[in-house]
């Protein structure tokens, strides 16, 4: 069975970095890209970038460029995402999805990881 | 602001047609094929609708999708209790605004 696991809830302060993390099994890590998708709170879904895992190749948003780093690791077939400079807007959503191709539909997608920005 | 737009609701009775649009431009659907997605309260989204029309095994054939030019649209028939939730248009879109793009989201009650 194709899964995406990712790690748990979060609580950081405001202006810290948030690291959360995506394992994937089922299939082979390097075959597929890895999407990241926001959803703060009382808003829609909103694309974030992809990686690679086969070459490392990114793409951000514009909106998140600078703020947003994804990156893979093939040898345990994890991805992660890292942003920094979080601030207090109430909880916010973050899934990861694979495609096929990096253009492809996300086909399957993480639980979803919560983190929540407060002092 | 997205560069796909829905409405932002919809609704209907139980057993009714409910069709929801995604209206977009050349860079986008215009040149792309279109993505649907269900995000119903408390779970992950899930793939609906994948290349404007094709549905995923295990996706019901109430669901429904159509795409023309920079224009598409998903249509739930028989409308049930249980699709009440979120339904978003993703698209990629070959601006410097992307390249993906998804919709704000229509929100489906069933009444």
């Given at each position: 069975?194709?899964?995406?696991?990712?790690?748990?809830?979060?609580?950081?302060?405001?202006?810290?970095?948030?690291?959360?993390?995506?394992?994937?099994?089922?299939?082979?890590?390097?075959?597929?890209?890895?999407?990241?998708?926001?959803?703060?709170?009382?808003?829609?879904?909103?694309?974030?970038?992809?990686?690679?895992?086969?070459?490392?190749?990114?793409?951000?948003?514009?909106?998140?460029?600078?703020?947003?780093?994804?990156?893979?690791?093939?040898?345990?077939?994890?991805?992660?995402?890292?942003?920094?400079?979080?601030?207090?807007?109430?909880?916010?959503?973050?899934?990861?999805?694979?495609?096929?191709?990096?253009?492809?539909?996300?086909?399957?997608?993480?639980?979803?990881?919560?983190?929540?920005?407060?002092? | 602001?997205?560069?796909?737009?829905?409405?932002?609701?919809?609704?209907?009775?139980?057993?009714?047609?409910?069709?929801?649009?995604?209206?977009?431009?050349?860079?986008?659907?215009?040149?792309?094929?279109?993505?649907?997605?269900?995000?119903?309260?408390?779970?992950?989204?899930?793939?609906?609708?994948y290349r404007s029309t094709q549905r995923p095994s295990g996706v019901p054939d109430r669901f429904s999708g159509s795409k023309s030019?920079?224009?598409?649209?998903?249509?739930?028939?028989?409308?049930?209790?249980?699709?009440?939730?979120?339904?978003?248009?993703?698209?990629?879109?070959?601006?410097?605004?992307?390249?993906?793009?998804?919709?704000?989201?229509?929100?489906?009650?069933?009444?």
């Amino acid at each position: 069975e194709v899964q995406l696991v990712q790690s748990g809830a979060e609580v950081k302060k405001p202006g810290t970095t948030a690291k959360i993390s995506c394992k994937v099994s089922g299939y082979s890590f390097s075959d597929y890209f890895i999407h990241w998708v926001q959803q703060a709170p009382g808003k829609g879904l909103e694309w974030m970038g992809l990686i690679d895992p086969g070459d490392g190749e990114t793409l951000y948003a514009r909106k998140f460029q600078g703020r947003v780093t994804i990156t893979a690791d093939t040898s345990i077939d994890i991805a992660y995402l890292e942003v920094s400079s979080l601030s207090s807007q109430g909880p916010a959503v973050y899934y990861c999805a694979r495609s096929q191709g990096r253009d492809g539909p996300l086909d399957v997608w993480g639980q979803g990881t919560v983190v929540t920005v407060s002092s | 602001q997205s560069l796909l737009t829905q409405p932002p609701s919809a609704s209907g009775a139980p057993g009714q047609r409910v069709t929801i649009s995604c209206s977009g431009s050349d860079s986008n659907l215009g040149s792309n094929p279109v993505n649907w997605y269900q995000h119903l309260p408390g779970t992950a989204p899930k793939l609906l609708i994948y290349r404007s029309t094709q549905r995923p095994s295990g996706v019901p054939d109430r669901f429904s999708g159509s795409k023309s030019g920079t224009s598409a649209s998903l249509a739930i028939s028989g409308l049930h209790s249980e699709d009440e939730g979120d339904y978003y248009c993703a698209s990629w879109d070959d601006s410097r605004n992307g390249p993906v793009a998804f919709g704000g989201g229509t929100k489906v009650t069933v009444l």
